[in-house]
């Protein structure tokens, strides 16, 4: 008994600690809409600065809290900077396409934070009167704990006080519900969008900053808290705080328990938390369907058909591309090779979200399935290369259908992290069923048959499988399927009503983009030699997400567009320095802002403009 | 839009012409170097500081074969795939005469894997994994660490003295941990067949919850406890378990902990008396070492960490295969580490010919607190001859030739 009371204790102080990060990107969620990847280096520059100002003052309780307190406040005024100097620039771009500038904050705080205090974990003395524990039942009870699991509700009703009892609280509820009709009402926005930012910031600061006396202030905090935090938000409801609380206290004591049965299930148990609450409560637990913003960000241009004359441009393209790399010399190929091929992952996850209006950030799932279907029937059953190739589009195409019924009920962010579940879930499966999948070693000796081996029949065979998926996905855009997929975007009621099935559409453009995300899998799988779960990490879902909001959502050539520039920026800069994160999180920082319909959509308007000119 | 399609044919060709080769060069001997320099700095940027100086050392010696030594360097972001990219661009366009490095398990499989199908020398320096010198071991590669199951036996050795019968393992759940408790658990019963196993915790790396975990552990009521955590998760450990007296009167064997790496951020909070592998720099009394500490200090103005001798060793082992060898040779190369003997800051070591695996051994010993921080005492240094599965069983492990 007494054990349950202390597992229970130590359930809430956890979640103390889950619900203090999740709350503010809530917030920010809310009422800004932009998905904040950002939030989880807010979260480890609170810890850094934390550390280094508890360091500097004098041990004393005040010199401790003191510290906290102002490392809040200075990520607060971080985060309102960025939003200041970044963010605002890019309101009206399309939907998520603000992720990618906080992704590259992402990158550039990374590098920093290495630079400035080193990699070597960083551990804090703990608060003065704090430091030893309590008897309860018997059982020693860390002081800090206690101090911690009053923290969350305090933080909680603080909110709710603001929100409820201040002219400003009511401005962020309301924006929360309809930021236009806000707007119309004379409401300064961007003042309001800045506070917003200051204060989801500020949670994130004090949260790392509070963390401290549990664990050491290290670089790998901010990965491994943004995705924690999406998902205590989204099971909560986004914008709902207390809901974020529910959350995190469900996943914390769920995990204490969870630990003492399945020892192994940390790994997974927050993202099966995820999969079950979405399937019953398409918005979280305290969410709502949040009001459709109107004309936020640039409405959707139709896609023009082409005007019939691109293979002047596709066919000395496609020419070039088949005799350019052999001739500049065997590893210029193999980077093609891998271009190529993650310009295919790319356009599959495009397929989903531009033309299907289905965001996803778990189209690793897929990749990574085709790739172990190809790798596994290689080991298992020794399949020659093409049957593996044959295998892996089917196998993702199979997981897509399984949970694409689930999927598709959901829209937008919700949509995008129940597919994040299913693919952490994949990820978790690949990683922990050593004895099929080899665990974290991943299956070696995966390479090509014989005659393919050579890397320019290699690569010749990539351009033509994944040149030909790319025109396939072409020909379905515009056929009669992929206009019901549209139409059911831009216009779910009107697709309705004329009789289009839009779930059974849906669930085939589900399906269809996880097919070919399987085929560029197996293409992986074969060009590499091997297979390792980091192909289904979030990582590689994010990569995804990258090149295609780089290249541009609202065209077809956006996402070979966004793999060249994102592939090839990485490889070539992380040649030359260490610091290769700060250079490409700042260049992607700059491509944000100076096209923000993305490099190929920027390309487009640009056309369209000259014509309309002449 | 489609002149856009067209746009990412010329970036494409932009980005080819970006990567085309280098010549290739006649002078200095190249090593194509791959490590996780971004994504595990704590370990790897010591490491680094290793290899640059024994790299100076050589080339200030006249270097190997009257050749310079010139290494290509790469950070591999922690993923395989990106470390197989990146082993292709070094040999294929960079022409190094080997690979050498990597940190992490599945990265060093991975170049081992890619070493074997294009037949090229690769010396794993740190992955510490069994596979890549047994059950994957290849033609090809060479480890210099002291593998999991060389530790493990060292620590085995040293718990079997201990009176506790009921144990408890904490590792993180992936190869690393899974296999440093498999080879412990093995190694230990096999000693002592009356120990009982009585409870495992498997946290997810870098996201151990440390309340639950440690309650869970005491709640199994165990005498003595094995740990492969280390890093942020070894932090989180030692002050929940501190603070909630899962030590009191417990013996905690652990694997690693006596790194500087990982028990220098503990500061004075480094857990006494726990039986540790480790690397105490500032007390290994052995001429090789003095020198090696002061070339060190005297170069990078800080103290090695573990990474360092790692990095510095696998260096001296490459140049001394060369040196041997009178030629870049692949084959040659691999011919003269089998049995060849290199002179570390740990004293002489040899490439054991029957698995590639080094005789690297560790040193071993209690943590103690001494002015503010953690120290190793009592240590004494393990030869990895000793701690190695009969030639029989290594064999019968190795994929037959």
Excluded at chain 1, 169 to 197: E, H, S
């Amino acid at each position: 008994m007494d054990f349950v009371v202390i597992q229970l204790l130590n359930g809430l102080a956890s979640a103390s600690s889950l619900f203090l990060v999740a709350c503010g990107l809530s917030i920010i969620f809310g009422v800004t809409r932009i998905v904040n990847f950002a939030h989880g280096s807010f979260y480890m520059l609170g810890a850094y600065i934390a550390y280094s100002l508890v360091e500097l003052l004098p041990r004393t309780p005040l010199g401790f809290w003191g510290g906290v307190a102002l490392a809040a406040l200075a990520v607060g005024a971080i985060g309102g900077a960025v939003e200041i100097a970044l963010l605002k620039r890019i309101y009206r771009a399309p939907e998520l396409f603000q992720l990618l500038a906080t992704f590259g904050v992402v990158l550039v705080v990374a590098d920093l934070a290495l630079k400035i205090w080193g990699a070597e974990e960083l551990l804090a003395p703990r608060p003065p009167g704090l430091r030893g524990a309590v008897m309860i039942l018997g059982r020693a009870f860390p002081q800090y704990d206690l101090l911690l699991i009053a923290v969350g509700p305090v933080v909680l009703a603080a909110l709710w006080l603001l929100f409820h009892r201040t002219r400003w609280g009511a401005l962020v509820r309301a924006a929360t519900q309809d930021r236009d009709m806000v707007a119309a009402l004379g409401v300064n926005q961007g003042r309001l969008f800045t506070g917003v930012f200051f204060l989801g910031s500020l949670l994130a600061g004090l949260g790392g900053a509070l963390q401290l006396p549990r664990e050491a202030a290290n670089l790998q905090m901010d990965l491994s808290t943004i995705a924690e935090a999406f998902v205590i938000t989204v099971v909560g409801g986004m914008g709902s705080i207390a809901g974020a609380y529910v959350a995190a206290l469900l996943v914390a004591v769920l995990q204490a328990f969870g630990i003492v049965v399945f020892p192994k299930i940390t790994l997974v148990l927050i993202f099966l938390v995820m999969a079950v609450v979405l399937a019953f409560r398409p918005y979280g637990l305290f969410g709502r369907a949040a009001a459709e913003p109107r004309a936020a960000g640039a409405e959707a241009q139709p896609l023009g058909a082409g005007d019939g004359r691109a293979w002047r441009w596709v066919v000395p393209g496609l020419a070039l591309l088949a005799v350019l790399p052999p001739l500049a010399g065997g590893y210029a190929v193999s980077v093609v090779t891998e271009i190529v091929i993650l310009a295919l992952f790319a356009a599959s996850l495009h397929f989903m979200m531009g033309p299907g209006g289905m965001p996803s950030f778990g189209h690793a799932a897929f990749f990574g399935l085709g790739a172990y279907g190809a790798a596994l029937a290689a080991r298992d059953v020794g399949a020659p290369m093409l049957l593996g190739l044959a295998v892996a589009p089917v196998a993702a195409a199979l997981l897509a259908l399984a949970c694409g019924w689930f999927c598709v009920r959901l829209s937008g962010v919700y949509l995008a992290m129940l597919t994040l579940a299913v693919a952490q879930i994949v990820w978790s499966v690949a990683f922990q069923w050593t004895g099929i999948t080899g665990g974290d070693n991943g299956i070696l000796g995966v390479w090509p048959a014989d005659w393919a081996r050579g890397k320019t029949v290699f690569y010749l065979l990539t351009l033509l499988l994944c040149g030909g998926s790319l025109w396939l996905l072409r020909r379905i855009v515009f056929a009669p399927f992929g206009a019901a997929l549209r139409g059911g975007r831009d216009a779910p009621r009107r697709a309705e009503a004329s009789g289009i099935d839009l779930t059974a559409v849906r669930w085939t453009g589900f399906v269809i983009a996880a097919l070919f995300a399987g085929l560029a899998g197996g293409l992986f799988a074969y060009s590499k030699g091997s297979v390792f779960p980091t192909y289904i990490a979030i990582s590689r879902s994010i990569d995804a997400l990258l090149m295609v909001l780089l290249g541009g959502i609202g065209t077809l050539a956006g996402p070979p567009v966004g793999a060249v520039v994102f592939v090839g920026l990485q490889e070539e800069i992380s040649r030359y320095t260490d610091l290769w994160r700060l250079l490409l999180g700042l260049v992607i920082i700059t491509l944000v802002v100076a096209f923000p319909e993305g490099i190929a959509g920027f390309a487009a308007r640009w056309r369209r403009r000259a014509e309309g000119a002449t | 839009m489609r002149k856009a399609l067209g746009t990412a044919g010329l970036g494409l060709a932009a980005a080819l012409l970006a990567v085309s080769p280098a010549p290739a060069q006649q002078g200095p001997i190249k090593i194509g170097e791959i490590n996780s320099y971004t994504a595990i700095a704590g370990f790897t940027v010591p490491y680094r500081n290793g290899w640059t100086l024994a790299v100076e050392e050589i080339n200030a010696g006249g270097g190997v074969l009257g050749r310079k030594l010139e290494v290509v360097s790469r950070d591999d972001g922690g993923k395989p795939e990106d470390a197989v990219r990146i082993a292709g661009e070094l040999v294929g366009d960079q022409k190094v005469a080997l690979l050498a490095g990597t940190f992490l398990s599945n990265i060093g499989l991975a170049v081992a894997d890619y070493a074997t199908q294009n037949k090229v020398l690769f010396v794993a320096a740190e992955p510490l994994t069994d596979a890549i010198v047994w059950q994957k071991g290849s033609h090809y590669v060479f480890r210099l660490r002291p593998s999991t199951y060389m530790q493990a036996a060292m620590l085995a050795e040293e718990a079997a003295k201990l009176p506790a019968k009921r144990w408890a393992t904490i590792a993180p759940n992936y190869e690393y941990g899974t296999s440093f408790v498999a080879n412990f658990k093995k190694l230990l019963s096999a000693r002592r067949p009356d120990v009982q196993w009585v409870g495992e915790q498997w946290p997810a790396l870098g996201k151990l919850d440390a309340g639950p975990t440690v309650e869970a552990l005491i709640e199994a009521k165990p005498e003595a406890i094995f740990n492969a955590e280390f890093g942020g998760d070894l932090i989180k450990l030692v002050r929940e378990g501190t603070t909630r007296g899962l030590f009191t009167g417990r013996t905690v064997v652990s694997a690693l902990s006596g790194e500087p790496e990982y028990l220098d951020p503990l500061k004075d909070e480094a857990p006494s008396g726990w039986i540790v592998t480790g690397y105490p720099w500032y007390a290994i009394d052995t001429p090789e070492h003095k020198r090696f500490l002061a070339a060190y200090q005297n170069r990078f103005h800080d103290y090695p960490r573990l990474g360092s001798v790692v990095g510095y060793s696998t260096f001296k082992a490459i140049a001394a295969a060369i040196a041997k060898a009178g030629s870049t040779d692949t084959q040659k190369m691999i011919a003269a580490m089998d049995g060849l003997p290199v002179e570390t800051p740990f004293g002489g070591i040899v490439f054991r010919a029957i698995d590639h695996q080094s005789t690297m051994g560790a040193w071993v010993g209690k943590i103690a607190v001494k002015d503010g921080k953690g120290v190793m005492v009592d240590f004494h240094y393990d030869d990895g001859k000793n701690y190695q599965p009969t030639d029989a069983d290594v064999a019968a492990l190795r994929p037959a030739k």
